[in-house]
Nanobody
Framework: QVQLVESGGGLVQPGGSLRLSCAAS????????MNWYRQCPGKERELVAT???????DYTDSLKGRCTISRDNAKNTVYLQMNSLKSEDTGVYYC?????????WGQGAQVTVSS
């Protein structure tokens, strides 16, 4: 059974930091491209960050320089470290695993940036 379980969301003040984790099981984690998406209030879901099996990363412009995606293939876990958070970063953050025709999603983690 495939599972992607996000954790680490919550309430953080503007300028603060948060690290999201996504624990994967039920598939060959090391072969999959891992992504973090987010859906901000009133907006469509957007791709935030990507890490491929070899470790190369890519980021959306709105978070570039403020976040770091990483993966630990030994732990089947992908992380998203976010710094200098802004109110517009508020949203639900989703973990996604993709390989060929396989496309798996987590249930999402709420991140709220507010004072």
């Amino acid at each position: 059974q495939v599972q992607l379980v996000e954790s680490g969301g919550g309430l953080v003040q503007p300028g603060g930091s948060l690290r999201l984790s996504c624990a994967a099981s039920g598939f060959t984690f090391g072969s999959f491209i891992m992504n973090w998406y987010r859906q901000c209030p009133g907006k469509e879901r957007e791709l935030v960050a990507t890490v491929v099996p070899g470790g190369i990363t890519d980021y959306t412009d709105s978070l570039k320089g403020r976040c770091t995606i990483s993966r630990d293939n030994a732990k089947n876990t992908v992380y998203l470290q976010m710094n200098s958070l802004k109110s517009e970063d508020t949203g639900v953050y989703y973990c996604n695993a993709r390989f060929a025709r396989f496309d798996y999603w987590g249930q999402g983690a709420q991140v709220t940036v507010s004072s």
